[in-house]
């Protein structure tokens, strides 16, 4: 079982943590969430971000550097 299968100790993240990490507005990061581009759980009023979740949408979101301008 792969460490984001392991759901025995999972590490949750306040969206304020999560915008830290990504360097975002907490504003975008509730729209990552509403969105469906970054799954949440919703504790009462609040949302937790499961890290691995992060890890994931980061890796997606490399780009490569390369310019295709002419």
């Given at each position: 079982m792969s460490a984001e299968?392991?759901?025995s100790n999972p590490k949750f993240l306040t969206v304020a943590e999560v915008a830290e990490v990504m360097r975002v507005s907490k504003m975008t990061v509730?729209?990552?969430v509403h969105s469906g581009e970054m799954p949440a759980v919703r504790f009462g009023r609040s949302y937790r971000?499961?890290?691995s979740a992060v890890d994931q949408y980061l890796?997606?979101?490399v780009v490569d550097g390369h310019s295709e301008t002419a």
């Open positions: 299968q392991n759901f509730y729209r990552l971000v499961p890290e890796k997606g979101a």
